[in-house]
């Protein structure tokens, strides 16, 4: 890229930071994420699968995408599907502009289930990429990075994010890391739900049911961090109920590996982002991302060619997940009803 188009990057981008609350509230309130008919898709593979929701790739117009189907409500069984949550995430992905958020393209929903259209990457989540292994750390800072960017961005829409986790960042074409999944994000500066976060990326002020901020996300990036460069959690060693892992991350001192495992500057920078008090944690002062982006460890990274650039760091071939993709039927959705047989349908009208 020329010098002009760095400095046009730069300032597309610090207008995005800029203006990122107000367009992103008129296009929640616009709520025009276009509809679709999701059996005019093509349906290639399935991808992924969870408890409530199946990931198909899928097909249309020449253009790769993928359909995930999301149940509308528990089949006889207590489960945690919040409609409002639901329909909240789609409001929220489609409202989001930003290179490191997964973007929506269209939805669709029918007696039993809503669809989302959304960009496909055959790399898959960042935890199957990483493969419970230890990162160097040239490649954990390009990681990372991306991730203040996004937490960036999210904050500037007056978002808390919430859900910070390997399981919830996505992998694309030349190592450019984007989010997904806003169904546990809250609206607003200060938070205090008991919705809360994944028990072993919650924060201290999560477990204590205190009022919270956006240092909630930056406590997860710290959780992560670690993750990324030890493979392992700083406060819990073994699979625990999630009460022991509470009792560890509110009583256990944090202990960063000695020696040379990592730098000193990895070192005091998850030592910055785990603190306990969430008003002496970095990245809780006003303009905190900038203050995180000023640390040591970042001091060789240009924030601004992450934005910018087409290859972030190259990706290991071996870890595509494209070719543990599973068959899936082409009719998988012909044979649905559509959303007037569901009885409790004005629960997803906004959808």
């Given at each position: 890229?020329?010098?002009?188009?760095?400095?046009?990057?730069?300032f597309a981008y610090r207008n995005?930071?800029?203006?990122?609350?107000?367009?992103?509230?008129?296009?929640?309130?616009?709520?025009?994420?276009?509809?679709?008919?999701?059996?005019?898709?093509?349906?290639?593979?399935?991808?992924?699968?969870?408890?409530?929701?199946?990931?198909?790739?899928?097909?249309?117009?020449?253009?790769?995408?993928?359909?995930?189907?999301?149940?509308?409500?528990?089949?006889?069984?207590?489960?945690?599907?919040?409609?409002?949550?639901?329909?909240?995430?789609?409001?929220?992905?489609?409202?989001?502009?930003?290179?490191?958020?997964?973007?929506?393209?269209?939805?669709?929903?029918?007696?039993?289930?809503?669809?989302?259209?959304?960009?496909?990457?055959?790399?898959?989540?960042?935890?199957?990429?990483?493969?419970?292994?230890?990162?160097?750390?040239?490649?954990?800072?390009?990681?990372?990075?991306?991730?203040?960017?996004?937490?960036?961005?999210?904050?500037?829409?007056?978002?808390?994010?919430?859900?910070?986790?390997?399981?919830?960042?996505?992998?694309?074409?030349?190592?450019?890391?984007?989010?997904?999944?806003?169904k546990r994000a809250c609206l607003?500066?200060?938070?205090?739900?008991?919705?809360?976060?994944?028990?072993?990326?919650?924060?201290?002020?999560?477990?204590?049911?205190?009022?919270?901020?956006?240092?909630?996300?930056?406590?997860?990036?710290?959780?992560?961090?670690?993750?990324?460069?030890?493979?392992?959690?700083?406060?819990?060693?073994?699979?625990?109920?999630?009460?022991?892992?509470?009792?560890?991350?509110?009583?256990?001192?944090?202990?960063?590996?000695?020696?040379?495992?990592?730098?000193?500057?990895?070192?005091d920078l998850i030592k910055a982002?785990?603190?306990?008090?969430?008003?002496?944690?970095?990245?809780?002062?006003?303009?905190?991302?900038?203050?995180?982006?000023?640390?040591?460890?970042?001091?060789?990274?240009?924030?601004?060619?992450?934005?910018?650039?087409?290859?972030?760091?190259?990706?290991?071939?071996?870890?595509?997940?494209?070719?543990?993709?599973?068959?899936?039927?082409?009719?998988?959705?012909?044979?649905?009803?559509?959303?007037?047989?569901?009885?409790?349908?004005?629960?997803?009208?906004?959808?």
């Open positions: 890229m020329s010098r002009d188009g760095d400095e046009d990057a730069i995005s930071i800029l203006h990122a609350e107000t367009n992103f509230k008129a296009r929640v309130a616009a709520n025009d994420c276009p509809s679709t008919d999701v059996k005019s898709y093509e349906i290639l593979t399935r991808a992924a699968a969870g408890k409530y929701n199946i990931i198909y790739k899928a097909r249309k117009d020449g253009k790769i995408c993928v359909i995930r189907q999301q149940l509308k409500k528990p089949l006889g069984e207590t489960s945690m599907i919040d409609p409002t949550r639901i329909v909240q995430e789609k409001k929220f992905l489609y409202a989001m502009n930003s290179k490191f958020i997964v973007r929506i393209f269209a939805k669709d929903k029918d007696e039993m289930f809503v669809y989302t259209i959304m960009e496909y990457t055959p790399w898959g989540d960042l935890r199957r990429y990483l493969k419970n292994r230890a990162q160097p750390e040239a490649l954990a800072v390009k990681m990372i990075g991306q991730v203040v960017l996004a937490l960036e961005y999210i904050h500037a829409c007056n978002i808390i994010y919430r859900d910070l986790k390997p399981d919830n960042i996505l992998i694309f074409p030349g190592g450019r890391l984007k989010i997904t999944d806003f607003g500066k200060y938070c205090g739900d008991k919705f809360g976060a994944n028990c072993l990326y919650a924060p201290p002020e999560i477990i204590n049911q205190a009022l919270y901020t956006c240092a909630a996300d930056w406590w997860a990036c710290g959780i992560l961090l670690y993750l990324i460069l030890l493979n392992s959690h700083p406060f819990v060693t073994t699979e625990i109920e999630r009460k022991a892992i509470f009792d560890r991350v509110l009583k256990k001192r944090l202990q960063v590996p000695e020696g040379d495992a990592i730098s000193a500057e990895a070192k982002l785990l603190v306990k008090d969430h008003t002496k944690r970095l990245g809780s002062e006003k303009f905190g991302v900038d203050i995180v982006k000023r640390q040591d460890w970042f001091k060789d990274l240009d924030f601004m060619a992450l934005i910018s650039a087409d290859e972030i760091f190259p990706l290991n071939p071996r870890r595509n997940h494209e070719s543990r993709e599973e068959p899936a039927s082409a009719d998988v959705f012909q044979n649905t009803k559509p959303d007037s047989f569901d009885e409790e349908r004005e629960l997803f009208k906004e959808f």
